[in-house]
């Protein structure tokens, strides 16, 4: 079946380092990608999208990378904080499917101080 | 901009009463809303779409005699869980989108934690 998927579950981070989080896809059909950080307790917040006519999108601290050759999105997020603690999902939306997203299992990233 | 909020952030109800979900956009139209679920360290599962003024369509294996959904207005969806029971227990969350030509973006409400005894 067709599926949003992510490399790691969890992502240990120095305080200060970049973080970089994968995300991969099998749906050739999809047109448009979104990130988002979910907190404990609290619903997702949107951090960044993309769609399928780009490769690379910046935002303030984050970029969001989409090779469609590999079907592959990544997140990085510049000078990890200890408020960027949280699980992040990457989400997928077919062209033409009434705006549905599909979303991966999440990755849980812990910031160290 | 883009807020959406979600009433009440935690209900603790009893076994066989019916419970109801706000799901409200405070700055913007939302002509579709969406529901989801989700479990403990889990991710988001897609219950139901709703569309203002029609009936919402929902995912396979949700049961829509069990979980209520009505879109009456362009700011507002509500999510009723009818009859619910221990294992309806959850986190429930709305999503919203605007009317906005080519806006794909949903934006979540905080969530609703349900616990039924």
């Known amino acids: 079946g067709e599926s949003v998927g992510l490399h790691l579950p969890t992502l240990s981070v120095q305080e200060g380092d970049n973080s970089i989080i994968n995300c991969a896809y099998s749906?050739?059909?999809?047109?448009?990608f979104i990130w988002y950080k979910q907190e404990s307790g609290k619903g997702p917040q949107f951090i960044i999208d993309?769609?399928?006519?780009?490769d690379k999108r910046q935002g303030q601290r984050v970029t969001v990378l989409l090779n469609k050759t590999v079907k592959h999105l990544s997140l990085q997020i510049a000078a990890t904080q200890p408020g960027d603690s949280a699980v992040y999902f990457c989400?997928?939306?077919?062209?033409?499917?009434?705006?549905?997203?599909?979303f991966g299992a999440g990755t849980t990233v812990t910031v160290r101080a | 901009g883009a807020v959406v909020s979600q009433h009440p952030s935690r209900v603790i109800c009893k076994s066989g009463t019916s419970v109801k979900i706000e799901c409200r956009s405070l700055?913007?139209?939302?002509?579709?809303m969406f529901w989801y679920r989700q479990f403990p360290k889990k991710s988001l599962m897609l219950m139901a779409t709703?569309?203002?003024?029609?009936?919402?369509?929902?995912e396979q294996g949700v049961e829509k005699d069990k979980f209520l959904i009505n879109h009456a207005s362009l700011t507002l969806s509500t999510l009723t869980v009818t009859s619910a029971h221990p294992e309806d227990s959850s986190f429930y969350i709305c999503?919203?989108?605007?009317?906005?030509?080519?806006?794909?973006?949903?934006?979540f409400g905080p969530g609703t934690r349900l616990t039924v005894l």
């Open positions: 700055d913007f139209q939302a002509t579709t």
């Open positions: 993309i769609r399928s006519n780009m």
């Open positions: 749906n050739s059909a999809s047109d448009y």
């Open positions: 989400a997928e939306k077919e062209a033409r499917r009434d705006y549905k997203l599909s």
């Open positions: 999503s919203a989108r605007s009317g906005a030509t080519h806006t794909d973006t949903q934006y």
């Open positions: 709703s569309n203002e003024g029609s009936k919402a369509t929902y």
